[in-house]
């Protein structure tokens, strides 16, 4: 088990920086099987100002569009075929992994308030569909 936790406090917020991150990593072995877990949890990203937009009501703005939190989790493992020993210097392992179990996507995050849009709520102009990924094969180590 593995974990960290950072929060900063700059004086000057970077773009693209997220001020809290946080990772875990869960790793399991029982004889030739390996199975992890790993996370990363990002907080809101600073983006930065919108370019000039007009709003609902005639006003010229500047808005701020952050990147949402984005949390990830990741599993893979792997199964040893043939190890390596002092006569064998050749060991092949099945394997796998899974990426973005539950289909997390980064997106922006506008006020719909300035925009005139609405009172409450937010919308979105930027949206990253990463998608889960997995692969699956065999490994040679020599």
């Known amino acids: 088990m593995r974990g960290s936790f950072t929060h900063t406090n700059p004086s000057q917020v970077m773009p693209r920086v997220a001020q809290q991150v946080a990772n875990l990593g869960l790793g399991w072995r029982y004889g030739r099987t390996r199975l992890n877990l790993n996370t990363v949890w990002s907080d809101e990203k600073d983006r930065g100002l919108t370019g000039n937009i007009t709003n609902a009501f005639g006003q010229v703005i500047q808005q701020k569009q ?55 709520g937010h919308h979105s102009q930027i949206y990253i569909t990463s998608g889960r990924r997995a692969s699956l094969g065999l490994r040679a180590r020599f």
């Not at 199964?79 to 973005?100: G, H």
């Open 66 to 120: 952050p990147f949402d939190d984005y949390l990830e989790v990741n599993l893979s493992g792997s199964f040893t075929l043939i190890p390596r020993t002092s006569n064998n210097w050749l060991s092949l392992e099945a394997y796998f992994s899974a990426n973005n179990l539950f289909n997390q996507n980064r997106h922006t995050v506008y006020s719909n308030g300035e925009t005139g849009l609405s009172e409450k």
